[in-house]
């Protein structure tokens, strides 16, 4: 399928797991990044990525782990999750830097940590 | 503090009535976009603006970018209930987007 793909859809996991969610993109661009979604905060992004290989902290990366070893893949792994980290991630790539063109979004990972 | 300020942050309105949903800064951005965003899924690119003053019209949608390129907003005319949605305004700074924390529009009819 053509887009941006998350996976899982869903996930619930315990206290002190390491997980980890999967965004795949079939447009090989180039820039890629993750935003956390909470009411109230809008998105916040996490980490974003340049390029395979290049990837920069954003507004709350802590308690967070990302690379890109290919330009289609850009894993997020919570090394030991949280509470606080029960969010819905969301996954989403660009042509060009800085979304001049706009940004096009995955559905998203909604993420329970119990 | 949220760079952005969306508001109203809730607008419950029947069905035909006009509405205008604002977004807000401080801070100057080099563009300004909208996106829609439906339950369960992630949010969908509406309109970019880039210049100072700039009104791009999308049907019954009209966003218009601030002269001084800090505040934009957002007009629907004649609102349907296939407008319901969240709206999300996004600067873009430093080569990344920052998002507003969102209007929720529900359109009654």
């Known amino acids: 399928d053509a887009g941006i793909t998350q996976s899982p859809r869903y996930k619930i996991t315990e206290t002190g797991r390491q997980v980890t969610l999967m965004c795949h993109q079939t447009?090989?661009?180039?820039?890629m990044f993750w935003y956390r979604q909470d009411l109230g905060h809008g998105l916040r992004l996490i980490y974003y990525?340049?390029?395979?290989?290049?990837?920069d902290k954003g507004e709350v990366p802590d308690g967070y782990v990302v690379s890109r070893s290919k330009t289609e893949n850009f894993p997020l792994t919570l090394e030991s999750a949280t509470r606080s980290q029960t969010s819905v991630y969301f996954c989403?790539?660009?042509?060009?830097?800085?979304?001049?063109?706009?940004?096009?979004f995955g559905s998203g990972t909604r993420l329970t940590v119990v | 503090t949220q760079l952005l300020e969306q508001s109203p942050q809730f607008l419950s309105i029947q069905e035909g009535e006009n509405l205008t949903v604002y977004c807000n800064s401080s801070?100057?951005?080099?563009?300004l976009q909208w996106y829609r965003q439906e339950p369960g899924e992630g949010p969908v690119l509406l309109v970019t603006?880039?210049?100072?003053?700039e009104v791009k019209k999308l049907k019954r949608l009209t966003f218009q970018f601030g002269d001084a390129r800090k505040d934009s907003s957002l007009h629907i005319t004649a609102a349907q209930t296939g407008d319901t949605g969240l709206y999300l305004c996004?600067?873009?700074?430093?080569?990344?987007?920052?998002f507003g924390a969102g209007t929720i529009l529900r359109v009654k009819s």
């Open positions: 989403a790539s660009s042509e060009v830097a800085g979304g001049a063109y706009g940004y096009t």
């Open positions: 447009w090989s661009h180039s820039y």
């Open positions: 990525s340049a390029a395979a290989d290049i990837t």
């Open positions: 801070s100057v951005f080099s563009s």
């Open positions: 603006v880039v210049t100072g003053g």
């Open positions: 996004a600067g873009e700074r430093g080569n990344k987007l920052v």
